[in-house]
């Protein structure tokens, strides 16, 4: 199946000096049949877009942290898709939660979703704002939305290397 795991770019260092992009079981996010029941209207298409969408507001919360321990630590979003056999619904979490069983290594990621340096900004500021805009502050939920407005970038795993080189 195919799963939109939340990352960051320090994550995907780990991947790539690992080959491991974190313990088990890992958090994403795919179409699973909750979310078809849900999103009735929606294809294939738009239900991986859904996905990819969870995932990315999860790895905001993954930098949010990140950005705690280290504040220079470069604030992108990053998503990692890939095909992994055993999963199990996280449906507590979210219709489109799931709980990655499995290590998940290069030889199982299939593309790499990034924002650009262009957006590092607006990231920032939404992983700083992600708590108040949980607990209903409008305008920290509006900080949020700006962020979740720059488009991921797609990624082959061979360029995950230079990517990162030139991050």
Known sequence: MRV??????SGLQTLLDTDALGPVPQPGFAVTGALREWYVEGDEEELEYVALTLAARASVRLLDRELLLDPKARARRVVVVAEVDDIEPASDVDRAAVRVLQPVG?????AVHVDGPDAEADVRVAA???VEADLGS???????????GHELQWYATQEIGPLLELS
């Open 138 to 148: 409008e305008q920290a939920g509006f900080l949020v939305e700006q962020a979740e």
């Open 4 to 9: 939109y795991l939340p990352s960051t770019l």
């Open 128 to 130: 700083e704002q992600l």
């Open 106 to 110: 290069l030889r199982v990621v299939k």
